[in-house]
């Protein structure tokens, strides 16, 4: 099946062609580097990074183009109220983003431009569009002339008569027009410049990203992303610029994703439900969190809140105990003889049944993100083979006779959530406990879960608890029948833990 793309600007699924066959040039507009992100910036920056990872997945080569916008009021306020240069708060903010965005498992972009290092590309379209007529200059600002521009309006699908009378928009008497925007600020005492045609002064906003990305993509160019909040002003000012001055389009497709909200409200800093994403990370686990934003599709809106990230911490966890199960039934030649329907012969139904729903799996999961990186659908395709691995295992499926399904089933497991970022380090030692003391727990401790180390520790309990009712016979029954599968306990200084003999 092609991969679909849901594109803003003709409002429906199309397959995805690239520019050049094998090849996607890809920008994602970055963030204002003024404070702290937020986990809604977080969720559209996560759910871009899947895409891309897809894509190289599926064999593309993509030029990931992230911009920071390091230069902006939002960042020169900021630095009068800390007695600070602009330019020492934006290299602070960057940074932390940077590395927040690496906490998170994002990728880095293959380009990160800086706004204030691209000026000279700027002052080139701007140029460019006074050339045309399609931008003037007033005092040492430069205006785009939005009537200029015939389709104004296109991408976000708003008619220019309308925004005039139903708009926002701000007064300004330099301007020709209310809807015209800036492209070039002229300096004000106390804020960075740069000198230009017009005089000293300093990039609007929307002219870096159409400078940046033409810079490093070219144009026209494949896919350009960013949250919903962006399509209007940011994004539509963006297409008309890039198209007035070049005449030759802009981006292909345009990609946005839904708004993040908390408990069903809109984050705002004022109603007190506002998280920061370095504050998530410092109660869960990197994984969870994107497990659980993976499970809303990128477009819809996605609501917040501490229950799901629970839930998605217990999911994690779930996968990794039957990662942890799978891989030590491929090491172990023993089989599981204790498991309740022994099939530790060579009954191959099993191997096909497992490598049956392996292929599944993975065609799924692939047939979910081709049609418009439908992550929730992915996640259930891995969930359902999480199942049926678990499944197998308490079966009694064995490494030796049924090696082949056993390892693909674990590969594909990890393979496929690492395409979704979602990495999985399978450590040695988590894998020291045989599936069998699931079984032994279940008999012994009423233990109904998945997770070895789990059922490690209730058979301790259930021997502790022995031992404390002076109840000898139980408690040697835990411990013979654990040494019995290899394991013994050792009594130490901070309680007992189980060992391999
Ligand atoms: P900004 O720094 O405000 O330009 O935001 C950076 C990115 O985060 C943009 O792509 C926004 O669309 C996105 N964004 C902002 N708020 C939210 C939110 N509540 N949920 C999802 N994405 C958001
Ligand atoms: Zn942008």
Redesign the pocket.
């Known amino acids: 099946m092609p991969l679909r793309i849901y594109n803003t600007l003709t409002r429906r699924k199309q397959e995805f062609v690239p520019v050049t066959a094998g090849k996607v040039g890809f920008y994602i507009?970055g963030?204002?580097v003024y404070n702290d992100i937020h986990i809604?910036?977080a969720?559209?920056f996560l759910s871009f990074d899947v895409i891309r990872r897809y894509l190289e997945y599926s064999g593309y080569q993509v030029t990931y183009v992230q911009n920071l916008t390091d230069v902006d009021d939002k960042i020169i306020n900021r630095a009068h109220q800390e007695g600070r240069s602009a330019a020492e708060v934006a290299a602070d903010y960057s940074e932390a983003f940077i590395a927040v965005m690496r906490d998170l498992g994002v990728k880095d972009p293959s380009i990160r431009p800086r706004a204030t290092e691209e000026i000279p590309a700027m002052l080139e379209v701007i140029s460019c569009l006074i050339e045309q007529d399609h931008a003037y200059v007033v005092d040492g600002n430069v205006y785009f002339a939005v009537r200029s521009y015939q389709p104004y309006g296109q991408l976000s699908g708003r008619d220019v008569e309308q925004l005039l009378s139903g708009a926002r928009v701000e007064a300004d008497e330099r301007k020709r027009d209310p809807l015209d925007f800036a492209l070039w600020k002229a300096a004000k005492p106390g804020e960075p410049a740069w000198e230009s045609p017009w005089g000293a002064g300093r990039p609007g906003w929307h002219i870096e990203c159409s400078a940046m990305s033409s810079r490093y993509l070219g144009l026209p160019f494949d896919i350009h992303a960013?949250?919903d909040?962006?399509v209007f002003p940011h994004h539509e000012n963006e297409l008309a610029q890039s198209d007035a001055c070049s005449h030759k389009g802009f981006a292909n497709y345009w990609l946005h994703?839904g708004?993040?909200t908390i408990n069903k409200e809109k984050?705002a800093k004022s109603e007190g439900n506002y998280l920061l994403l370095k504050d998530v990370l410092q109660q869960v686990r990197p994984q969870a969190l994107r497990l659980l934003m993976l499970q809303t599709h990128y477009r819809s809106p996605f609501d917040y809140s501490v229950e799901r990230l629970q839930e998605a911490t217990a999911a994690l966890e779930r996968v990794e105990s039957a990662i942890r199960n799978l891989s030590w039934v491929l090491k172990s030649t023993a089989g599981v003889p204790s498991a309740p329907n022994d099939i530790s012969d060579t009954n191959v139904s099993w191997t096909a049944d497992l490598l049956a729903k392996t292929e599944q799996a993975r065609q799924q999961f692939a047939e979910a993100m081709d049609d418009d990186f439908n992550t929730a659908a992915a996640v259930a395709a891995v969930f359902e083979l999480v199942t049926a691995s678990n499944a197998s295992v308490q079966n009694g499926i064995r490494g030796d006779t049924h090696h082949r399904a056993v390892d693909e089933a674990l590969a594909t497991i990890i393979e496929l959530l690492s395409v979704l970022g979602v990495s999985l380090k399978v450590v040695e030692a988590d894998a020291a406990y045989p599936p069998e003391v699931l079984t032994l727990a279940r008999e012994l401790a009423a233990y109904p879960g998945t997770n070895a180390a789990e059922a490690v520790d209730a058979l301790l309990a259930v021997r502790a608890e022995a031992r404390a009712a002076k109840d000898w016979p139980r408690a040697d029954a835990v411990r013979d029948r654990l040494a019995a599968l290899g394991l013994v306990i050792e009594d130490t200084a901070s309680g007992a833990r189980v060992v391999q003999k």
Request: charged content about 15%; aromatic content about 0%.
């Open positions: 507009c963030p204002t809604g910036n969720r559209t960013g949250g909040d962006l994703g708004m993040l984050m």
